[in-house]
């Protein structure tokens, strides 16, 4: 089973729908709640991120990989590609 990791904050709809559908297909992922300490949480996503610079919740990670956001997951789940993805053992 892949490893699943998402970062998010408590207030973000996007984050909301993300999990939710994470939750819907019975996928186990480790959320890192990131509000607490949002500035600083998001300066090292970015850094985590790499050349795109994104620093804008949820990011989610499946086995390492930089896989985007909600619509990304959403875009993935629509094309089946996110069942082959989580289909891969995690690294």
Avoid: W
Wanted: with cysteine.
């Amino acid at each position: 089973m892949a490893k699943v990791v998402t970062y998010t904050v408590d207030y973000c709809p996007y984050c909301m729908k993300a999990k939710k559908l994470l939750n819907e297909k019975g996928i186990e992922f480790e959320d890192h709640d990131i509000t607490a300490n949002e500035v600083e949480e998001r300066k090292k996503l970015g850094e985590m991120i790499g050349n795109s610079g994104r620093t804008t919740v949820p990011q989610i990670f499946i086995n390492d990989k930089h896989i985007g956001g909600y619509s990304d997951l959403k875009m993935l789940n629509e094309s089946g590609k996110l069942d082959e993805m989580l289909k891969e053992p995690a690294v």
